[in-house]
Structures are given as structure tokens and as C-alpha cells.
């Protein structure tokens, strides 16, 4: 094919193109538009009723039908909302000093009716149908860990409670180490150091959580306490450095605070009524009248009564040919026969019998021998952590070693390490 040729052809598919694209343009200019369709009809939501609140806390001897009453409840809605809310809690158990809100709509139509049944619960009551409903829920707390460092002042109690801590704390940290402490004893110089929750509602304090970690270091021995839980699922228990719990046979006094001893166990001491020297083969606690009584060791009652000049008397036989006895109590609240286990309240203190105020003389026995408490209850603890937990448990105790070897000694030291939401 010739040159010429090839250009002419070249130029008839150029005019075919051109001639179909023109006619594309002028269809697409000429055909009208679909008709747009009708705008959807649009509706406002009516506007929602004003939710007004009361808050308050029950009054002293205020019943639940007084407390409706005053916020325009008529007596049939009283009846149904308590009878409805039965299954869940029983409203007529309300007690003063606890927090409650009542919401209503502008209108008057009730919305709802929030009752704080404790520092960890709350009760809900809503509308439901022609009647209520009520439901159970726990504050969403938020838990401080805090750490806390203090030099004994006198004793336990009165070093954690002039730092601004609540009895509370000092029974939690008596009660992890109890069985290895003897509280009638610390010095002057004697130390401890603390990690500790804290639960906060709303900015308030309110309760105490877990003690996770606990040295209390005397001029003898210091003694280490790690909160560790079964991952099993059993339960969290405290152990020392070796993962032997901490938890012994005997209680080194039998109380849940720290009593001033009065007398020790001698065989010459001069007795303040008869005037004159004689045996005293047990241990004095001088506690006030009606300080609750512990059992030192699970065991059976074999006398409760009244016993001459021990007064109110009760004794209890161990395992181990060992027996201790409680005396000159206020009010006995075991029977014979009965077994009691270690750390329940078996009596109160008073001053029964030959005494001259209120004090508990508290005896051990061992094979039908009196010996001193305070030197021969070092019986071993229970069973230590399975070797299958102890690479966990090591993990957890050296953490939180260096966090308590990392708390200042200063006096007085507390620092928040850390906040997380919680229940």
C-alpha cells in the first residue's frame, strides 16, 4: 500500500470518531434529568422530660413508708414497690445514716429509687410494667495501691492511726501477723512497711483493700508476709520468703489487737490481793471489759463456767497433748463438747473471780505441765505452696521485695504507686 493511501485512511477513522464523540455530547445535553425524588418528611423527637434528683440519708427510726411518703409516693405505690422489691432486698430493713436518691420526671412519673445497702452495694428500683423492678449492683470503686512506711510509737495502733489510717488497716495488718508478731512486745524502734488498696468512691476514701505485701522488722527478726492466690482457684493465703504460709497453729495472743500485759508467767510473783509471793504460771492481758476473747488454736471446749477464783472460766483441748485456758471473763460464749476454731470468739474480758480489774489470765498446758504462752507456741505453719506454684509465687515476691526495699525510711512516708477502676 502507497503512502497516500495509509494517510487517507488515517483520516477517515480521525472523522468517524470525532463525528461519533459529537453525537454522545449532544444526546447526553438533550435528555432531561430524572426528576429528583420528594424530600423525606422529617420528625422531631418530642424533647425528653426533666429529670429531677433527691439525695439524702435516712434520718434516725425513719421507715421506708415515711421516707416515699415524703416524695408524693400514695400508700398502694409504697406497698407495691416494697412488695416488689422483696425477692431482692427487703426496703423496710432500711438503717440510718445510709445514702439514697429518689429521680422523678418533671411531670411527677417516678424514674427511679437508688439505696445504698453498704459500702460495696446498692440497690435499684425501676418502673417495670405496671409495677417495679429492683436489682442488685456494686460500686465501681477506685482502687489506690499505696505504700506506707512507719517507726512504732508507743504501739501499732496508735503509730497507724496518728498517720490519719483507720482501725481497719491495723486489724488487716495484726491479723497477716499475728502468729509470728507478739504486739504486747514491739519497740520503740521496731519498723514496717505496707503495699495496701485502697478503694475510693466519687474522690472518698471509703474501705480497704487487699495488704499485698507486709516487713515488720524488729531488733530480733523482721518478718515478711506476700499475698499469693492458688491459680488453681483456691484460696489467696500469705506466705513468707520460702512460700510457707504464714499462718501457725497457735495465735500468739488471743486478741484481735494488741493488749498490754500486766503480768508475766513466773514461778514468785507477788500477788497485789493476798500480799504475797506465788505462782502465776500464765500471761495477764489487760484489756477492757467486753474486748471480744479468741480461741488461740482450733480445739474442744472441756470446761465453761465458773471455776473459784478463775471466775468465768473456759478451757480447751488441742492436738498435741496441748490445752489452754481463758480466765476471769465478763461472758462465756462456747459450751462444753462444743469445737471451736482458731480465732473465734469464745468470750469476753472481765474481772470474774479474784481479780482486780478487767484482764484475761490466759494458760497453756502441754502433756498436763503449765509452761510459758509466749515461749512454746512456735508450732509449725501449715503446709507451704506446691512446687508447681512455687516458680509463680518467686516471681511475685521478688516484685514486690524490691518495691518494699525500695520505700523510703522517712517519718513519716506514704506514696500512690498506682490507681486502677475496680470493684
Same mark, same amino acid.
Given at each position: ?67 416515699? %411518703?415524703? =416524695? ?24 440510718? *445514716?445510709?445514702?439514697?436518691?429518689? @429521680? ?42 499505696? @505504700? ?13 492511726? %496518728? ?77 513468707? /520468703?520460702? *512460700?510457707? %504460709?504464714?499462718?501457725?497453729? =497457735? ?56 471455776? *473459784? ?20 471473763? %465478763? ?12 480465732? /473465734? ?19 497453756? /498446758? ?17 503446709? *507451704? ?15 514486690? @521485695? ?8 522517712? /517519718? ?12
Amino acid at each position: 500500500m502507497k503512502i497516500p493511501d495509509l494517510e487517507k485512511i488515517l483520516l477517515f477513522l480521525m472523522a468517524g470518531a470525532f463525528l461519533i464523540t459529537s453525537f454522545a455530547v449532544f444526546l447526553f445535553l438533550n435528555t432531561p434529568l430524572p426528576a429528583p425524588p420528594p424530600p423525606a418528611e422529617v420528625t422531631q423527637s418530642p424533647p425528653q422530660p426533666r429529670v429531677i434528683r433527691f439525695e439524702n440519708t435516712v434520718v434516725q427510726k425513719e421507715t421506708v413508708q415515711e421516707l416515699l %411518703s415524703r =416524695f408524693g409516693f400514695s400508700p398502694e405505690s409504697i406497698a407495691r414497690l416494697i412488695k416488689d422489691t422483696r425477692p431482692v432486698y427487703n426496703l423496710n430493713r432500711i438503717g440510718a *445514716g445510709h445514702h439514697y436518691e429518689i @429521680e422523678r420526671y418533671e411531670g411527677g412519673a417516678f424514674k427511679s429509687l437508688r439505696y445504698d445497702i453498704s459500702v460495696e452495694q446498692y440497690l435499684l428500683v425501676t418502673p417495670w410494667g405496671p409495677g417495679f423492678q429492683a436489682t442488685l449492683h456494686q460500686h465501681e470503686f477506685e482502687i489506690v495501691v499505696e @505504700e506506707i512506711f512507719g517507726r512504732i510509737d508507743g504501739s501499732l495502733y496508735y503509730t497507724l492511726v %496518728s498517720r490519719g489510717e483507720r482501725d481497719g488497716l491495723v486489724a488487716s495488718l495484726m491479723n497477716i501477723l499475728r502468729w509470728d508478731v507478739d504486739f504486747t512486745s514491739v519497740k520503740s524502734e521496731d519498723s514496717f512497711k505496707l503495699i495496701v488498696e485502697k478503694k475510693y468512691l466519687d474522690g472518698n476514701f471509703i474501705k480497704y483493700g487487699k495488704i499485698l505485701a507486709v516487713e515488720f522488722r524488729s531488733a530480733i527478726k523482721t518478718f515478711r508476709g506476700f499475698l499469693f492466690e492458688d491459680p488453681a482457684g483456691g484460696e489467696a493465703r500469705y506466705y513468707d /520468703e520460702n *512460700g510457707k %504460709s504464714l499462718r501457725k497453729a =497457735f495465735l500468739k495472743v488471743p486478741f484481735n489487737f494488741d493488749p498490754r500485759i500486766t503480768s508475766h508467767f513466773s514461778y514468785s510473783r507477788f500477788h497485789p490481793l493476798f500480799r504475797r509471793r506465788r505462782p502465776h504460771l500464765g500471761v495477764d492481758y489487760g484489756a477492757p471489759a467486753g474486748t471480744p476473747v479468741l480461741a488461740s488454736a482450733d480445739g474442744v471446749v472441756e470446761f465453761a463456767g465458773f471455776n *473459784g477464783g478463775y471466775g468465768k472460766w473456759v478451757r480447751i483441748r488441742h492436738s498435741g497433748g496441748l490445752k489452754t485456758s481463758y480466765a476471769h471473763l %465478763s461472758r462465756i460464749d462456747v459450751r462444753p463438747g462444743r469445737r471451736v476454731f482458731q480465732g /473465734e470468739r469464745i468470750g469476753t474480758v472481765g474481772s470474774t473471780g479474784v481479780a482486780t480489774g478487767p484482764h484475761l489470765d490466759y494458760r497453756v /498446758e502441754k502433756n498436763g505441765r503449765f509452761v510459758d504462752p509466749r515461749s512454746v507456741l512456735s508450732v509449725p505453719s501449715e503446709d *507451704g505452696l506446691s512446687e508447681r506454684h512455687q516458680v509463680q509465687f518467686n516471681l511475685l515476691r521478688r516484685s514486690f @521485695e524490691e518495691r518494699l526495699a525500695a520505700i523510703p525510711e522517712d /517519718e513519716p512516708y506514704l506514696n500512690r504507686v498506682s490507681a486502677a477502676g475496680g470493684g
